[in-house]
């Protein structure tokens, strides 16, 4: 046999069928806050579960269980933290994302993959009412919360791409705006930028809350309802679709981008944040893995391809589309320009 011919082994399949056990560890040491404690300086089983106020014997088994998938370090009996985790889930880092399973681990989410061959079966979520899309589904508020703080990276690195000009005002349209962090950002960076922002009525709570947190308030005004059925206006620079368009059918999302069009200044640029995976829809696996999501939580959602949204866009009347990767993001940024 060939020596560089890797023997079949069953591990890949439990690691598979045990995945729910990485997410309810993942969830309980978000919850007793031990990245924290680590990172606070308690190395030891004693001084974690003290911290942590929970047993010597859970703390012991529980750290073991995160270092085996490279969350802790542990040497001579002593825990520490390894890079992802000091920087993601020690709770006084600034790119702190443990609060976002308070939206990827809610019952809704999970329910939607319990019963996933009839998912496959139907070709579409097990969820009610269209799944997550739903009319003013109360999820997007838990999601606006949630997600602010591991959006911060992708919303700076869109505002260094798109350098918007600093001699003019800029009117910037925010669909689906969330926690409205990518408007935010943009506003933050020029003052001449005056963002509209798109929503629900309870989600821009939200994102009203983030506008005045970080100072730009007196510039941001809001539109509620859905963004397929408000008038948005015209005479808008810069059009904000992020993480949006995945949720929906090709067809309906060149409905709303054909409204986008028509809402855009000559030069003006639609700036779309998505998981685009390759032509091969496989890879690279962060972007390729979230059509599985939308399979289990929309009606007709999908991963779309770069050359599926290229078509999308050009179909709506736009002249040219380029792709940004954003790494260390699985993520990229498409502009589309008029």
Excluded at 7 to 26: D, H, L, Y
Excluded at 220 to 232: L, P
Aim: proline share 5%; net charge negative; hydrophobic share 45%.
């Amino acid at each position: 046999m060939n020596n560089q011919t890797a023997m079949p082994t069953p591990e890949r399949f439990f690691s598979a069928v045990n995945g729910f056990v990485q997410t309810s560890a993942m969830r309980g040491a978000i919850e007793l806050d031990i990245f924290t404690a680590v990172g606070e300086g308690n190395t030891t089983v004693q001084t974690i579960a003290s911290r942590c106020q929970a047993s010597e014997r859970g703390i012991r088994v529980l750290c073991d269980y995160l270092t085996i998938h490279g969350f802790l370090t542990k040497e001579n009996g002593n825990y520490g933290l390894a890079p992802d985790a000091a920087f993601f889930l020690d709770r006084r880092s600034p790119a702190y994302l443990g609060g976002i399973t308070g939206f990827l681990l809610q019952p809704e989410m999970v329910n939607a993959f319990k019963d996933l061959a009839t998912t496959v079966r139907q070709g579409k979520t097990i969820l009610k009412d269209e799944g997550t899309v739903s009319e003013e589904n109360p999820i997007w508020v838990d999601f606006a919360r949630a997600m602010a703080p591991m959006m911060m990276m992708p919303a700076q690195m869109i505002a260094e791409i798109v350098q918007v000009p600093q001699d003019r005002p800029i009117k910037v349209l925010d669909i689906a705006a969330g926690h409205g962090v990518f408007g935010i950002t943009l506003a933050q960076k020029n003052p001449n930028v005056e963002v509209t922002a798109v929503d629900w009525a309870p989600v821009l709570s939200v994102a009203l809350e983030n506008a005045k947190k970080f100072g730009v308030d007196g510039r941001y005004s809001t539109i509620e309802g859905s963004a397929f059925d408000v008038k948005f206006g015209t005479g808008y620079d810069l059009v904000l679709l992020t993480n949006f368009l995945h949720h929906f059918d090709v067809a309906t999302c060149e409905s709303l981008l054909k409204k986008v069009y028509s809402s855009l200044n000559d030069g003006g640029r639609a700036l779309t944040l998505e998981f685009v995976p390759n032509e091969d829809r496989v890879s690279p696996p962060g972007a390729a893995s979230f059509a599985m999501t939308m399979l289990a939580t929309t009606g007709a959602g999908d991963a779309y391809t770069f050359s599926e949204y290229d078509r999308m866009f050009l179909n709506a009347g736009f002249s040219s589309n380029e792709i940004h990767p954003l790494a260390p993001s699985p993520q990229s940024l498409i502009i589309s320009m008029i």
